[in-house]
């Protein structure tokens, strides 16, 4: 696993800072360059400052932008240049309760937005930078300040925002409308049933209010990847979830059907939820097939290559970011590993999926 957090070591009464690190030559005062390496330790050289991090290779974080957090003798990796999977964790705190949630709800709200506007200033050109939860619009006008922020000096970057679209009002119409082209919004929906939905995010009157909230994108003209775990709850209403969508929200962009992650509450709850699609995918099947009839894209994410029937699998992607991927051993001598999402790096093989089997 890639580490996102590597021990670092600074002068503990400095506030926390980020940093790029140099390729080469400093080319903005927020550059740290690498003064000399021993024995495994990098020291760098900031602008006010002298830092060391430990357990990497230099060329392993050149370009990075870095958070160092001198109290805690830590540095954050907030984003790598060499990957697509960046993302910024806008807090902890959500109003939802999902069985499947990968990142479970804290009371306690950071405010990191000072620190993401100063590393997305530092973003690789033209990146696409992910924000997250928890539910990020529960501080919706910090967030819609720092993408404004953001762009006034950085207009080629482009954010991806997960949120459970519980937060939309009106008044951001002409907010939504103004960036649609710089913002894809991913928003979950768990079932064409109201009751269905509400048990699994566990919010009464979370389905009535993500539907109106779905017009208000409609009318911004956002765009819109819809989201949906796949799990024993729900797999029997995918393909009246897939013609609700035909049907409702034709302007989606593409609807995501996913796999289960398993930790936070995805781990409490595996055995309850997690749905075998190696063994059964009938409804999954269904629901693409509605979905192809009526021309509306759909895509599968963190689906193993050999657990979806060929004629879907030119719809799986590689949707699992490169820090938590990971294969098996039977994976090796597989031929078709290199087009595979692969697993999570906390799935476990003895309650996964049944069916793996190499290409
Ligand atoms: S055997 Fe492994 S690499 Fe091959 S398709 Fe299955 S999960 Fe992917």
New binding site residues.
């Given amino acids: 696993m890639i580490q996102l957090r590597l021990r670092s070591e600074c002068d503990r009464s400095l506030s926390p800072f980020v940093v790029r690190i140099s390729n080469g030559a400093r080319q903005c005062r927020d550059d740290a360059t690498l003064i000399f390496e021993k024995l495994g330790v990098l020291n760098y050289r900031a602008e006010h400052t002298e830092f060391c991090i430990r357990d990497v290779a230099p060329k392993d974080i050149a370009g990075d932008v870095l958070l160092i957090d001198p109290r805690r003798q830590i540095a954050h990796r907030l984003i790598r240049a060499r990957s697509r999977h960046n993302t910024f964790l806008i807090t902890e705190q959500c109003d939802q309760r999902c069985l499947m949630c990968s990142q479970p709800p804290k009371e306690h709200h950071q405010d990191m937005f000072e620190h993401f506007l100063s590393a997305a200033r530092l973003a690789p050109l033209g990146a696409q930078i992910g924000l997250s939860g928890g539910e990020p619009l529960l501080h919706k006008q910090a967030l819609f300040n720092f993408i404004d922020a953001a762009w006034t000096t950085r207009d080629d970057l482009s954010f991806h925002i997960l949120t459970n679209g519980q937060h939309f009002d009106e008044g951001d119409l002409p907010w939504l409308r103004s960036h649609r082209a710089q913002l894809l919004w991913g928003v979950p929906i768990y079932s064409a049933d109201a009751a269905i939905h509400d048990e699994i995010v566990g919010k009464p009157g979370a389905f009535a209010q993500l539907s109106g909230n779905f017009s208000l994108l409609g009318l911004a003209g956002a765009a819109l990847e819809l989201r949906t775990v796949v799990m024993k709850q729900n797999v029997s209403g995918l393909p009246d979830l897939a013609d609700f969508i035909t049907r409702y929200l034709p302007f989606a962009a593409t609807w995501a059907i996913m796999q289960m992650e398993r930790i936070g509450y995805g781990r409490m709850n595996w055995s309850h939820c997690f749905f075998d699609s190696s063994k059964e995918f009938t409804d999954l099947g269904a629901a693409i097939d509605l979905m192809s009839a009526r021309r509306q894209s759909v895509v599968l994410y963190n689906f193993?290559?050999?657990?979806i029937p060929p004629v879907f699998r030119n719809l799986a992607a590689q949707s699992i970011s490169d820090w938590k991927q990971k294969?098996?051993p039977?994976?090796e001598s597989?031929s078709?590993?290199i087009r595979?999402a692969?697993?999570f790096e906390w799935y476990r093989e003895e309650d996964g999926f049944m069916g793996?089997?190499?290409?």
Avoid at 304 to 307: A, E, G, I, K, N
Avoid at 356 to 359: A, D, K, T
């Fill in positions: 193993p290559l050999c657990t294969y098996l039977e994976c597989c078709t590993r595979c692969g697993f793996i089997h190499p290409q």
